[in-house]
């Protein structure tokens, strides 16, 4: 897994003391922790089930969600979810996708789990998941990511912070941003 720390310019190498798949056990019962402690109960949508969706030779089947990027506008530069609007577009309009079924996502699925309890205390009705994970399972299922503006795919990811390193696949086919400090 090469890093990019942006403060510094430099790539550093990551340590692979545990697989892939021990990582991405921690990175879920983590998240599993998250959400027993904060919005237990919230509906939620795997990466293996969103994968499936947005490959869905039915467009009406990937037509049927709208992906809510919970993440900052430095996360979102990097890269999102293909088609991704961010949070404060939906909050702001959240009669526009009464018709559809929205996953928000975020780095882990705390912030897009907040919202989704939000939007549900609001609107018990709206048909909403929480992604399971986030970006950094994403990046296990290796899911397409895209750049926000061409919405081309890239292979870049940001950490969200230092300390989600640690769950990130060692795969090495994603560029890892660190935030600024």
Known sequence: MAVMD???GEIKQGACEMTDEEKRVRLLQTYSAICDENF????????????????????HVRSSIVLVDCRSDAEQSVSMFPG??????????L?????????PYCAIGRRSGYFTKRVLERNPDMRIRNHVGG???WSH??????????QKAIQRVHA??????????????????????
């Open 141 to 150: 299922v290796e899911g397409p990511l895209v750049d926000r503006n061409t």
């Open 6 to 8: 942006p403060e510094r």
């Open 40 to 59: 237990k109960g919230v509906p939620e949508i795997s990466s293996e089930e969103l994968l499936q969706i947005l490959s869905h030779p039915n467009e």
């Open 160 to 181: 969200g912070g230092a300390y989600h390193l640690k769950h990130l696949p060692s795969m090495g086919k994603l560029e890892i941003l660190l935030p600024q400090t």
């Open 95 to 103: 009669d526009k996708y009464k018709d559809v079924e929205l996953i």
């Open 135 to 137: 970006i950094l399972d």
């Open 84 to 93: 991704a609007v961010p949070m404060i577009e939906v909050e702001n309009n």
